[in-house]
């Protein structure tokens, strides 16, 4: 069997649905999650990282999590923690205005938050202080990752 051919199989395994036009190749963010979610022992079965439009958002915190208000992200893990088989849910609204109110790049906040989602499905919360402390190191872990590997200047997806 061909290496590369097999390489390629084994990576398509996160889907990336309405993304929108940023500075970060699939090839590169695909890798990165794979290296975030093999570095704590787990595999990825199938993930689903979903952009999608405010209004979207709102409608599904009130569905699933009876909460009415809205959120930049949502999490939804289908199996364990050690084979991810989950979605994530952005609003690409919410990450725009948040890179600004934290005169952060909007690539750097999709990084902040997809790396979020990976935290809720390896079971870390943030209902406190104390865990949100907790989390953003890691998120901040996860980023430093994908910046040492790859370059945000290169073709966007």
């Known amino acids: 069997m061909n290496k590369n051919f097999y390489l390629c199989i084994v990576r398509k395994k996160i889907f990336y649905n309405n993304i929108p036009s940023i500075n970060l190749r699939q090839r590169d963010l695909s890798e990165w999650i794979h290296e975030c979610v093999e570095g704590r022992g787990a595999k990825v079965k199938r993930l689903s990282i979903n952009f999608i439009k405010e209004g979207e958002m709102l409608d599904l915190n009130r569905k699933h999590?009876?909460?009415?208000?809205?959120?930049?992200?949502?999490?939804?893990?289908?199996?364990?923690?050690?084979?991810?088989?989950?979605?994530?849910?952005?609003?690409?609204?919410?990450?725009?205005?948040?890179?600004?109110?934290?005169?952060?790049?909007?690539?750097?906040?999709?990084?902040?938050?997809?790396?979020?989602?990976?935290?809720?499905?390896?079971?870390?919360?943030?209902?406190?202080?104390?865990?949100?402390?907790?989390?953003?190191?890691?998120?901040?872990?996860?980023?430093k990752k994908f910046h040492v590997k790859h370059t945000t200047s290169e073709k966007a997806i």
Do not use: P, W
């Open 65 to 143: 999590l009876n909460h009415d208000e809205h959120t930049d992200i949502l999490t939804f893990c289908y199996k364990d923690q050690l084979i991810i088989e989950s979605e994530i849910f952005i609003s690409f609204e919410r990450a725009r205005e948040n890179a600004k109110n934290y005169s952060e790049t909007v690539e750097n906040e999709i990084l902040r938050l997809i790396s979020h989602g990976l935290l809720h499905i390896f079971g870390m919360r943030d209902s406190t202080k104390a865990m949100k402390a907790a989390m953003t190191k890691q998120e901040n872990n996860f980023m």
